[in-house]
């Protein structure tokens, strides 16, 4: 009997941010394990598409066949609770949920309402709810009216990198996201302002094309500090492991997080971290292997900062540790076996 699913996402599947790679990752493991996954793309836009988009997407997925399997990705059902509600008895339907919509930084409040209020409505339809981090799980329970057993909890999978250590005469800070509000290169900006005494480089790789409006403030900042020759807003790469191979240390000051799966492959990688208490990070990230501060605080972030950067020992010590972290860190071929026992399960109850 074929295993067959239909996976269906917004936008541009190819792009380099942590949510899309999840995806990705995911697919391939499941087509590994015996699973046709068909991909549905259901246009740009999400989570605030226009009419056309929205009613074209729609109308791609109700033409799947009655008891179609369908995994969706929450950027676009969040959104998508009108035809939720119609079509969720006659397909079998998962939705997977990186973060809640609402909780995306410098949203509206009558955004951020509306989008509380459809996703909630959304998943109320879906037979199952994959979500990235347990305090996504948690989240989804006490604010959106999801009960537990339905929720499956599939972290993000990490690969496997050889032992190294940098050898920089200068110390190289790493940052890795989206240039976008909620990933908060503002306040590691600031907080590098902060340690301009010391010796370091910093590179932020992110794509800078997904919030432009964002992008251009951060390299206003920099040339208004001064640190144009210090800091290289570097763009997205295709492959970001070489930048965690030849950095000293990872600082990114997210102000929320749905798991966080660069802290994780920085763990992989042996750098100690800086962050926030932000989301799920202090889920990832282990207190001997970073210094997590208060969102927001950038006198915080910079003495965190000056304390690596100034005390080698210090560093190699939570370096040690976040090696030692990273090994225990799920593959991804456990996130799609998590995954590919749900869909079992969901192929054999057929039609909610």
Not at 199 to 213: F, N, S, Y
């Amino acid at each position: 009997m074929t295993r067959a699913l239909t996976f269906a996402y917004p936008g541009n599947l190819q792009l380099k941010t942590g949510g899309y790679g999840y995806d990705r990752r995911v697919i391939d493991g499941l087509r590994a394990l015996g699973w046709q996954v068909d991909l549905l793309a259901l246009g740009e836009g999400f989570p605030a598409p226009d009419e056309s988009v929205l009613s074209a997407a729609q109308q791609a997925l109700s033409a799947r066949p009655d008891g179609s399997l369908l995994l969706i990705d929450g950027l676009a059902y969040g959104v998508l609770d009108d035809w939720a509600e119609r079509e969720g008895k006659r397909l079998t339907i998962a939705a997977l949920c990186h973060h809640p919509l609402a909780l995306e930084t410098g949203l509206a409040p009558e955004m951020q309402a509306q989008f509380r209020r459809s996703e909630r409505r959304a998943l109320a339809f879906a037979h199952s709810v994959i979500v990235t981090s347990p305090m996504t799980a948690r989240e989804l329970s006490a604010h959106f009216d999801v009960a537990p057993g339905r929720i499956t909890v599939a972290l993000p999978g990490t690969d496997r990198v050889a032992a190294t250590r940098a050898e920089n005469a200068v110390a190289q800070i790493l940052s890795i996201g989206t240039l976008s509000q909620r990933k908060g290169h503002d306040v590691l900006i600031a907080a590098l302002k902060g340690v301009e005494d010391l010796e370091w480089q910093a590179t932020v790789i992110g794509a800078r094309d997904l919030d432009p409006a964002t992008a251009a403030a951060l390299e206003r900042q920099i040339a208004a500090l001064g640190l144009q020759a210090r800091i290289d807003l570097a763009g997205a790469v295709e492959d970001p492991a070489p930048a965690l191979a030849r950095a000293d240390l990872f600082a990114l000051a997210s102000r929320f997080e749905g798991y966080g799966m660069v802290f994780a492959e920085a763990l992989a990688h042996g750098l100690p971290i800086i962050a926030c208490h932000a989301g799920a990070v202090p889920e990832v990230v282990p207190p001997e292997a970073g210094i997590l501060v208060p969102v927001d605080d950038v006198t915080a972030f910079s003495a965190a900062l000056r304390t690596l950067l100034s005390d080698p020992a210090e560093r190699q010590r939570r370096a040690d540790a976040a090696r030692a972290a990273g090994a225990e860190l799920p593959g991804w071929d456990d996130t799609a076996a998590i995954i590919s026992k749900l869909l079992d399960g969901m192929a054999r109850d057929g039609v909610a």
